[in-house]
């Protein structure tokens, strides 16, 4: 298992309740598995998303990635982890507008001080369909060309896992449905693991697998 959960809960308190975001949460998630995380609004799926990705602490339980649990990092040291072995795609692209697209995608690699393999960034640019946008600034290009931009940029450093968060949340239907596809080609071509949050019942369904989520609990 590359990923995994192991009775991960996350409480807090609001007003004089205690909400329980995450209730004892476990899920194993193969190398090179497309899974998507489903759930209403309130249900626990961003909150789980943030626990895979480092981004919040768990109250209890633990959160495994290639057999390292992550609750034994420093900060500083889940930073530089999170920085190396999680991509991340969000709704909004998060794009700077003042780099261009090739810029944009290799600007993690150049802060971590790694060497760009530039032939590997050029295969996925060519696979996302965006090699010949690398020179354009992000305002000329279509939403759904910027989130394929976002979707190179997070497969960039070669990570272990690629989380996305909504990451059709601003597009049409078609588009949604090309980039899904295109999220689906990368986990077939780079073996690349892929845990995607979504309301969108149709968009969960072309995933390997599909994770409910109700209440902080996995429900199917």
Not at 96 to 125: A, F, Q
Not at 136 to 162: C, D, F, M, T, Y
């Amino acid at each position: 298992m590359i990923l995994k959960t192991k009775n991960l809960k996350k409480h807090y308190t609001q007003s004089e309740y205690v909400v329980k975001a995450l209730d004892g949460v476990d899920i194993d998630i193969k190398k090179g598995e497309f899974v998507s995380i489903v759930g209403k609004s309130g249900s626990g799926k961003s909150t789980l998303l943030h626990m895979l990705g480092g981004l919040d602490n768990q109250t209890s339980g633990e959160v495994i990635i290639d057999n390292t649990p992550l609750s034994q990092m420093t900060t500083d040291e889940m930073a530089i982890y999170r920085r190396r072995n999680i991509g991340f795609v969000f709704q909004s692209y998060n794009l700077i507008p003042t780099l261009n697209i090739y810029e944009n995608v290799t600007l993690p690699l150049e802060l971590d001080g790694i060497t760009v393999d530039e032939k590997y960034i050029d295969s996925v640019l060519k696979m996302l369909g965006i090699e010949e946008k690398r020179y354009n600034l992000p305002s000329q290009l279509s939403g759904g060309q910027q989130q394929r931009v976002a979707i190179a940029r997070a497969l960039a450093s070669k990570p272990l896992i690629i989380l996305a968060d909504e990451p059709t949340g601003n597009l049409d239907s078609h588009t949604s449905q090309e980039v899904i596809g295109l999220l689906k080609l990368t986990s077939q071509e780079y073996n690349q693991t892929i845990v995607m949050i979504t309301h969108n019942a149709e968009i969960a369904q072309m995933a390997d697998r599909i994770i409910h989520i109700e209440d902080g609990l996995v429900v199917s």
